[in-house]
């Protein structure tokens, strides 16, 4: 099946002013400027087939909102080749854009005094949606999302969340077949982390769109994404399944188990992570686990014995904090 | 055009709606205007009262008129400024505006477009009131009114053009305030916002010819207020869709290279 979104050798260099604090540097650079070439995104590639969905990860500063918006033809590349659908994203044309959204945690496309009804209006005039497709599509996500009861007050009055799912509804009313989503669940409460990923999940379901997703939750990525690629310093990282990048990197596991009355020096068998009322946690080296757990059995009268895969957020740290020389 | 036309009633639309959640801040913005006109309006009629009742042929109540159409071709003309395009650009909110598959010219021109529609209904009263106040000599022929319906649109294209083009320097400056104030005193002297353009000196009223500033401005005003020959006119209406096109063309150049400069930080 060919790739909807292909990426190739991808770069985007910026060129910053920079200089030392203070009155006699910032006269001097008024005579003669430095300037700093800053690598936001260095030379990654990686292919996307219809119907993924994608997370793409990385600290702050990786280059993953600049990638997105190269990929949704906001900037220019300094090199490298894109193709989103067949098209060139940096031309826009309005073909291309009529086929994607890009969400923002911070983007504000409805306008702040009037219900985000009227706003819908303007998204139909815009991309010329047929009224009873639109009505029929806009009524389905205000269902999704449980927004009935919002959608007729100023949006100056709805809470950040409110907001975010209105933005959500207005970027997908022209049922666009590539979403790139830029950190969609930023500073809201779980419960409304949840819905909207939900919502993202039926309308990848439900339309086969393909999802490019970055967030720092990584509770989102494990609910959507079973493949992620991972950049740091706007290169890549790793590109595979979720799984794999857990096998991958996950350096230690968690061993938890009831003591049952016994008692010993834990630190033999691993790092001591609690003793709480009985209950005994180890973090303990990936490849000794099935040695410990078997000193365990053997040695004590343990009941209860579970061993955990690292957090994925522990997983990523460790990803982020390898070197380029250590990661496929 | 069939999409276009639904693109501008539906912006037209939402602008209106807009406008009408602060109609109190709306006409104390308009009252804020009408203040300029209103003062240069007294100078030149008392100016005029001192020079035997008439200053290069305009008496009291020609200024009155041209000073109150002045008022609507100022509401008229008001068009998304460079200050706006600066902060569209440098805190990255043209992001929004180019992921939508229309220019964001239309934007501006259909936004702006409906706020003028509640800015005129605001007017009506105000116009009136200054109207029994000052006593205008007003008495244009039909064929004036409509070269004057028509004027003060294309007026609305030029200003939006030529503000857009300054405007569109912050991609290269990411400040361009500055030259903002430099086109607004030129501006002031070449358009007849501060005086009619007939009783600026020759070379001035030459000059005024080769900018857009007067077709952005006295224009309009003169073809209702003033003794303009149907000649006169339509080289008026000519000279703007000159500027139009001109300044379209230029745009449109302009903004496939500042697009490239474009760093959509923050947005």
């Known amino acids: ?328 | 055009m069939k999409r276009y036309f639904d693109y501008y009633t539906s912006m037209m639309k939402l602008s209106v709606l807009e406008q009408w959640q602060y109609p109190v801040a709306n006409y104390f913005y308009m009252i804020g205007m009408i203040a300029e006109p209103v003062i240069y309006m007294v100078v030149w009629s008392a100016v005029a009262n001192q020079q035997g009742g008439m200053v290069g042929g305009y008496t009291p109540g020609t200024f009155a008129a041209y000073y109150i159409v002045w008022t609507l071709v100022r509401q008229m003309n008001i068009a998304f400024t460079p200050y706006g395009w600066e902060w569209r650009i440098r805190e990255g909110r043209l992001s929004t505006t180019l992921l939508r598959p229309i220019h964001p010219l239309h934007e501006d021109v259909a936004f702006f477009a409906g706020w003028k529609v509640v800015m005129i209904i605001l007017w009506i009263p105000l116009a009136f009131a200054l109207s029994l106040i000052f006593k205008p000599e007003l008495n244009p022929t039909l064929l004036e009114g409509m070269v004057f319906f028509v004027a003060i649109w294309m007026a609305y294209l030029i200003r939006t053009i030529t503000l857009s083009l300054l405007g569109m320097v912050t991609f290269w400056t990411t400040r361009v305030s500055a030259l903002f104030e430099l086109y607004f005193a030129a501006e002031l002297i070449l358009s007849g916002r501060l005086v009619p353009l007939s009783l600026m000196p020759t070379w001035v009223q030459e000059l005024a010819w080769f900018f857009p500033f007067r077709w952005a401005f006295g224009y309009p005003i003169e073809v209702l207020v003033g003794q303009m020959s149907m000649n006169e006119l339509f080289i008026g209406l000519g000279m703007q869709l000159a500027w139009i096109l001109f300044g379209g063309i230029v745009v449109n150049l302009i903004w496939k290279v500042a697009i490239r400069r474009f760093s959509a930080v923050g947005g």
Request: hydrophobic share 40%; with cysteine.
């Open chain 1, 1 to 328: 099946m060919p790739s909807v979104i292909s990426i190739s050798k991808l770069a985007k260099h910026y060129q910053v002013p920079e200089r030392e604090a203070g009155l006699k540097a910032a006269a001097m650079g008024l005579i003669k400027r430095r300037y700093k070439n800053v690598k936001a995104v260095d030379e990654i590639s990686f292919d996307i087939q219809p119907g993924e969905v994608v997370g793409f990860l990385g600290p702050n500063g990786a280059g993953k909102t600049t990638t997105l918006k190269m990929l949704s033809g906001l900037l220019h590349p300094t090199s490298g080749s894109t193709s989103v659908l067949g098209y060139e994203p940096a031309k826009r044309s309005h073909d291309f854009l009529r086929q994607i959204t890009l969400v923002m945690g911070n983007r504000n496309q409805l306008s702040w005094d009037l219900p985000a009804l009227d706003s819908f209006d303007l998204q139909r005039a815009i991309y010329s949606i047929p009224r009873d497709d639109f009505k029929r599509t806009r009524d389905e996500f205000i269902e999704l999302l449980e927004v009935g009861d919002l959608v007729q007050k100023p949006v100056r009055n709805l809470s950040l969340g409110e907001r975010m799912k209105m933005e959500i509804i207005g970027a997908l009313l022209h049922k666009p077949k590539i979403l790139f989503l830029d950190e969609p669940t930023l500073g809201l409460d779980v419960t409304m982390q949840k819905r909207i990923r939900t919502f993202v999940a039926e309308y990848n379901k439900r339309y086969g769109a393909t999802v490019l997703l970055t967030s720092h939750y990584m509770a989102d990525v494990e609910a959507l994404c079973k493949r992620v690629v991972v950049i740091h310093h706007g290169k890549l990282l790793f590109d595979g399944d979720l799984s794999k990048l857990v096998e991958k990197f996950s350096a230690f596991k968690t061993v938890g188990f009831t003591a049952n009355g016994s008692s010993a020096d834990w630190s033999q068998y691993g790092d001591v992570v609690s003793v709480e009322g009985g209950r005994v946690t180890l973090r303990v080296p990936k490849e000794k686990t099935s040695a410990v757990t078997s000193r365990l059995l053997n040695e004590l009268a343990v009941d209860d014995l579970t061993v955990e895969t690292a957090p994925i957020e522990d997983v990523i740290e460790s990803v982020f904090s390898v070197g380029k020389d250590i990661v496929e």
